[in-house]
Each structure stands twice: as structure tokens, then as C-alpha cells.
């Protein structure tokens, strides 16, 4: 699946570096989400883009910063993670947020953060 | 609100044998259900989806769903597992927004 492109697939980092991951779809869609993901833990939604405007923070941290710049491109911004910020951190786009039936999310490789 | 249940953290079949996995929702409003597979160090692939047309829904590599509102249920489905199928798979359900809510996984084993 290339539809939805993550990069870097893995990053290690200490706990006072910045670094950003980037998600790219290239389905048209207009609607972006990231996810972390933690074993043992259902997918946690963290934000939702649509039409480049946020609509979605699920409590995250401050220590993560999204940024959309485009309809096409997602990034979160990391800052002075914590060790429990380990995770894989997946990227998904769909058509929008109008609910269309016909409407689903497609998910990138995601990245795996390791934070020492 | 909507929700989604998995019973079973951990399946295990053997190849050529019946695999069910379980899921039961929850919701106010007639529901969008989806079913994903991830295979490891990857990221989430859509199996089959729900949407008020078919009860029972087909999809890739031989899986299949049947939505039943009497039980609030939407069971996957194969009739005869390969290797290839061990995975985890998550169940999730789609509110009139657009937001997901996923289950919590269950991991699929297949022995030879």
C-alpha cells in the first residue's frame, strides 16, 4: 500500500531532542490523523486534520505539535519526549469528515519512536 | 457513543481450520463497522467494511464479516486459514464524524 507514505519507519531519540515525523497520502483525501500505538493498548487518536485546519486534540501532550501544511502532507513535531512516548505512531487520511458511507481510513506503515 | 469489543486477545487455529474472530459493537445510530488487519512493523490495512447495504460483507484474501444487529455483532470470518493470515486484527467502528473507534486487537496465530 502507497497511498499513505510515513517517514522515518524508525527513529530512536533522546528525551531532550526535536524531531518530526512526516506522513504523505497521495489518495486526494482531505481529512489526516495521527495515532499512537502502545502494546498491549487500543489505537489512541491524537489529532484530526480536515482541510488543513485541526478539529481533533485528544489531550495529547504539548510535547507533540502537528503541523498540516497542505491536504496532502501531516507532521508531528516532537519535543522533550518521555520514555512512555515509545510507540508506533501511525498516520491515516480518508475523503473528509462528512461521513460518507463510502468513506474509510487508510492507514500509513507508521514509525517506530523509541525514546532512551 | 460508539464502541467496539474483542473477545479474545489471542486466537489460534490451525491452517486449514475455521477462523473466527469476535467483535460486538456499540452504538446510538446505525453503525459503520470495519474490520483492519496489521501485519508486523506495518501499518493497518482495511480487510472489509460495513456500510447498510449487504449483511454479509466480503472481503480481501478470503475474509468475510456478517453484521447482525439482534447480537450487535460483526464476527469475522475465514473458512480455511492459511499461514499468511497470522496478523493482528482490530474491529472498529465509525461515528457519524468520521472518528474511529478501535478495538483492542486480537492476534491471530496459525499453526502448521
Known amino acids: 500500500e502507497t497511498g499513505v507514505t510515513q517517514t522515518p519507519r524508525h527513529l530512536v531519540m533522546g528525551m531532550t531532542n526535536k524531531k518530526s515525523l512526516k506522513c504523505e497520502q497521495h489518495l486526494g483525501h482531505n481529512a489526516m490523523y495521527w495515532y499512537k500505538q502502545s502494546a498491549k493498548k487500543p489505537l489512541e487518536l491524537m489529532f484530526v486534520y480536515n482541510f488543513k485546519e485541526q478539529t481533533e486534540n485528544n489531550s495529547v501532550p504539548s510535547r507533540f505539535s502537528p503541523e498540516c501544511p497542505n491536504s496532502s502532507h501531516l507532521f508531528l513535531h516532537l519535543h522533550t519526549l518521555q520514555p512512555e512516548d515509545s510507540a508506533l505512531y501511525l498516520c491515516?487520511?480518508?475523503?473528509?469528515?462528512?461521513?460518507?458511507?463510502?468513506?474509510?481510513?487508510?492507514f500509513g506503515p507508521g514509525t517506530r519512536l523509541t525514546v532512551l | 457513543a460508539q464502541s467496539v469489543t474483542q473477545l479474545g486477545s489471542h486466537v489460534s487455529v490451525s491452517e486449514g481450520a475455521l477462523v473466527l474472530l469476535r467483535c460486538n459493537y456499540s452504538s446510538s445510530v446505525p453503525p459503520y463497522l470495519f474490520w483492519y488487519v496489521q501485519y508486523p512493523n506495518q501499518g493497518l490495512q482495511l480487510l472489509l467494511k460495513?456500510?447498510?447495504?449487504?449483511?454479509l460483507v466480503k472481503g480481501i484474501n478470503g475474509f468475510e464479516a456478517e453484521f447482525k444487529k439482534s447480537e450487535t455483532s460483526f464476527h469475522l470470518t475465514k473458512p480455511s486459514a492459511h499461514m499468511s493470515d497470522a496478523a493482528e486484527y482490530f474491529c472498529?467502528?465509525?461515528?457519524?464524524?468520521?472518528?474511529?473507534?478501535f478495538g483492542t486487537g486480537t492476534s491471530l496465530t496459525v499453526i502448521p
Open positions: 491515516a487520511s480518508s475523503q473528509d469528515l462528512a461521513g460518507n458511507p463510502r468513506d474509510t481510513q487508510y
Open positions: 472498529a467502528v465509525r461515528s457519524t464524524g468520521n472518528q474511529f473507534y
Open positions: 460495513y456500510t447498510s447495504a449487504a449483511t
